[in-house]
């Protein structure tokens, strides 16, 4: 399973779980595209793409000059999985 640590930071994020959802809704969409949903610069959408891409939140391909992201959900059920095991051996106590 991929960094919790790095997934937490990516997911506390708005505009992350906001391009989450636009990829989740749209599909493959290149940076550009992406870009023209925000009303932010290249550079800071390419940030927050470089945080979801380093948590394995987002796939990308580069195709001639442009690369085109997907989101990974696996990941996301990873996540899932791991917070629900956590919930499964709670008795309660914490200890």
Request: glycine share 8%; no cysteine.
């Amino acid at each position: 399973m991929s960094d919790i640590q790095a997934i937490l930071r990516a997911l506390n994020d708005k505009t992350r779980r906001d391009i989450l959802n636009l990829l989740k809704k749209e599909g493959v969409l290149s940076a550009g595209e992406i870009t023209s949903y925000f009303d932010m610069t290249n550079a800071t959408i390419s940030h927050h793409l470089l945080i979801l891409k380093e948590a394995n939140l987002v796939s990308d391909e580069k195709v001639g000059k442009y690369i085109y992201y997907s989101i990974n959900t696996s990941v996301i059920q990873d996540l899932l999985i791991y917070i629900s095991g956590l919930l499964d051996n709670d008795q309660g106590g914490g200890k």
